[in-house]
Structure formats: structure tokens, C-alpha cells
């Protein structure tokens, strides 16, 4: 299924994991409307808790058309359930992801001797 027009071509489906890389994050889908494989990130795994996926699992997933580690296609949404998740609506743009700021405060220059 496509959705959307021009550079925003998004396919839906559904397919199953060839690889995982736990320790790396990231992976590769199989499925009849990605064909060769697509590539697939944990940040884009819609899940709670450890985001990962298993070789020989079932999923459903939403992919662009997107050159990534030699796959023509990047996922940009995975789940493993029936049905799709929905979309985390935060009250705020902002990430959820830490962050930290650093201040820096420098002397005054001492005063040189008497000029």
C-alpha cells in the first residue's frame, strides 16, 4: 500500500526479521513490498521497554523509500502487536531524551602592577 505523493512515498506491510543486531541497534526486514530487505533503526521499534527485535520474527511495519547501508528502503515504524500503535503525543516538541547543559564563568583578568 502507498501512501502520500513525491518524496513523501511512504509502504506499509508486513514481513519478517532476517537480522538483528542487539549490541548495534539495528536490523533488516523482509517482506514482499520491500524487496532486497529494509533496514530498520531501534529508535524506530514502537514498543515499551528494550526496543529489539528477533530473527524469524513477525512484523508489521511502515518504510520509506531511502538508501541506508545498501537497502533501498528505511523503516520508520515497526511494531510487533495486530494492531499499530499509536503515536506518542508529548506535551512538548522537546525529546525525552536526557540532556545537560553546561554553564562556563571565567575570572577577571588579575590587574597588572601599577600600569
Known sequence: MLAGTGQNIRVAGSGVVRIYHGDEGWGVIDGAEVPGGCWVHFSAIAMNGYRQLAAGQGVSFIAEP?????????AVKVWTTETEPLDEQSESAQSRAYHSTMTLAFDEPPERGGR
Not at 531511502?66 to 528505511?74: K, L
Open 66 to 74: 531511502m538508501a541506508q547501508d545498501g537497502f533501498a528502503y528505511r
